[in-house]
Nanobody, 120 residues
Framework: QVQLVESGGGLVQPGGSLRLSCAASGSIYSINAMGWYRQAPGKERELVARITSGSSTNYADSLKGRFTISRDNAKNTVYLQMNSLKPEDTAVYYC??????????????WGKGTLVTVSS
Protein backbone atom coordinates (compact mmCIF):
# COMPACT_ATOMS: atom_id res chain seq x y z
CA GLN A 1 0.00 0.00 0.00
CA VAL A 2 0.92 3.63 -0.43
CA GLN A 3 0.49 6.43 2.08
CA LEU A 4 0.57 10.16 1.45
CA VAL A 5 1.16 12.28 4.53
CA GLU A 6 0.74 16.04 4.41
CA SER A 7 2.26 18.52 6.83
CA GLY A 8 2.74 22.25 7.19
CA GLY A 9 -0.81 23.50 7.51
CA GLY A 10 -1.94 25.87 10.21
CA LEU A 11 -3.15 29.35 11.01
CA VAL A 12 -1.56 32.27 9.21
CA GLN A 13 -2.41 35.94 8.92
CA PRO A 14 -3.45 37.48 5.60
CA GLY A 15 -0.36 38.26 3.55
CA GLY A 16 1.62 35.52 5.23
CA SER A 17 3.23 32.38 3.83
CA LEU A 18 3.09 28.66 4.44
CA ARG A 19 4.89 25.70 2.96
CA LEU A 20 3.08 22.42 2.68
CA SER A 21 4.85 19.10 2.29
CA CYS A 22 3.55 15.70 1.25
CA ALA A 23 5.64 12.57 1.52
CA ALA A 24 4.69 9.35 -0.23
CA SER A 25 5.75 6.04 1.27
CA GLY A 26 5.03 2.35 0.92
CA SER A 27 5.15 0.05 -2.08
CA ILE A 28 6.29 2.57 -4.68
CA TYR A 29 7.73 1.54 -8.03
CA SER A 30 7.53 5.06 -9.44
CA ILE A 31 5.40 8.19 -9.24
CA ASN A 32 4.05 10.14 -12.16
CA ALA A 33 2.24 13.37 -11.41
CA MET A 34 1.87 14.73 -7.89
CA GLY A 35 -0.35 17.57 -6.95
CA TRP A 36 -2.31 19.62 -4.49
CA TYR A 37 -6.04 20.13 -4.36
CA ARG A 38 -8.09 22.09 -1.87
CA GLN A 39 -11.63 22.10 -0.57
CA ALA A 40 -13.11 25.10 1.17
CA PRO A 41 -16.19 24.81 3.38
CA GLY A 42 -19.29 24.36 1.27
CA LYS A 43 -17.33 24.13 -1.96
CA GLU A 44 -16.12 21.38 -4.26
CA ARG A 45 -12.57 20.15 -4.27
CA GLU A 46 -10.47 22.06 -6.80
CA LEU A 47 -7.04 21.76 -8.35
CA VAL A 48 -4.35 23.98 -6.89
CA ALA A 49 -1.29 22.76 -8.77
CA ARG A 50 0.25 19.63 -10.29
CA ILE A 51 3.78 18.66 -11.20
CA THR A 52 5.01 15.78 -13.34
CA SER A 53 8.03 13.60 -12.66
CA GLY A 54 9.84 15.77 -15.19
CA SER A 55 8.87 18.90 -13.24
CA SER A 56 6.34 20.29 -15.70
CA THR A 57 3.78 22.24 -13.75
CA ASN A 58 0.28 23.56 -14.08
CA TYR A 59 -1.65 25.81 -11.74
CA ALA A 60 -5.15 27.02 -11.17
CA ASP A 61 -5.27 30.32 -13.06
CA SER A 62 -6.34 32.26 -9.99
CA LEU A 63 -3.28 31.09 -8.02
CA LYS A 64 -0.51 31.71 -10.51
CA GLY A 65 2.17 33.95 -9.09
CA ARG A 66 1.34 33.29 -5.44
CA PHE A 67 1.72 29.51 -5.16
CA THR A 68 4.67 27.41 -6.30
CA ILE A 69 4.74 23.63 -6.52
CA SER A 70 7.96 21.63 -6.47
CA ARG A 71 9.04 18.06 -5.81
CA ASP A 72 11.97 15.98 -4.70
CA ASN A 73 11.82 12.74 -6.66
CA ALA A 74 14.49 11.11 -4.50
CA LYS A 75 12.32 11.68 -1.42
CA ASN A 76 8.95 11.06 -3.13
CA THR A 77 7.89 14.40 -1.74
CA VAL A 78 5.93 17.29 -3.18
CA TYR A 79 5.85 20.80 -1.77
CA LEU A 80 3.55 23.78 -2.08
CA GLN A 81 4.91 27.21 -1.25
CA MET A 82 2.03 29.58 -0.62
CA ASN A 83 2.70 33.32 -0.46
CA SER A 84 0.52 36.39 -0.03
CA LEU A 85 -2.18 34.26 1.49
CA LYS A 86 -5.75 35.51 1.51
CA PRO A 87 -8.73 34.54 3.65
CA GLU A 88 -10.26 32.87 0.60
CA ASP A 89 -7.31 30.46 0.55
CA THR A 90 -8.69 28.90 3.73
CA ALA A 91 -9.36 25.25 2.97
CA VAL A 92 -8.28 21.70 3.57
CA TYR A 93 -5.38 21.00 1.24
CA TYR A 94 -5.05 17.48 -0.11
CA CYS A 95 -2.05 15.82 -1.66
CA UNK A 96 -2.54 13.58 -4.68
CA UNK A 97 -0.18 11.26 -6.52
CA UNK A 98 -0.46 8.79 -9.39
CA UNK A 99 1.66 5.91 -8.16
CA UNK A 100 2.94 2.84 -9.92
CA UNK A 101 3.20 0.10 -7.28
CA UNK A 102 4.59 -2.36 -9.82
CA UNK A 103 5.60 -2.09 -13.47
CA UNK A 104 2.02 -2.89 -14.46
CA UNK A 105 -0.22 -1.49 -11.71
CA UNK A 106 -0.95 2.14 -10.89
CA UNK A 107 -3.62 4.18 -9.24
CA UNK A 108 -4.40 7.55 -7.72
CA UNK A 109 -3.70 8.06 -4.03
CA TRP A 110 -4.85 10.83 -1.71
CA GLY A 111 -3.63 12.15 1.60
CA LYS A 112 -5.98 12.88 4.47
CA GLY A 113 -5.56 16.62 4.11
CA THR A 114 -4.08 19.46 6.09
CA LEU A 115 -6.06 22.51 7.17
CA VAL A 116 -4.89 25.96 6.17
CA THR A 117 -6.65 28.86 7.86
CA VAL A 118 -5.93 32.42 6.79
CA SER A 119 -7.30 34.84 9.33
CA SER A 120 -6.30 37.82 11.42
Amino acid sequence: QVQLVESGGGLVQPGGSLRLSCAASGSIYSINAMGWYRQAPGKERELVARITSGSSTNYADSLKGRFTISRDNAKNTVYLQMNSLKPEDTAVYYCNAFVWTTKYNAMDYWGKGTLVTVSS
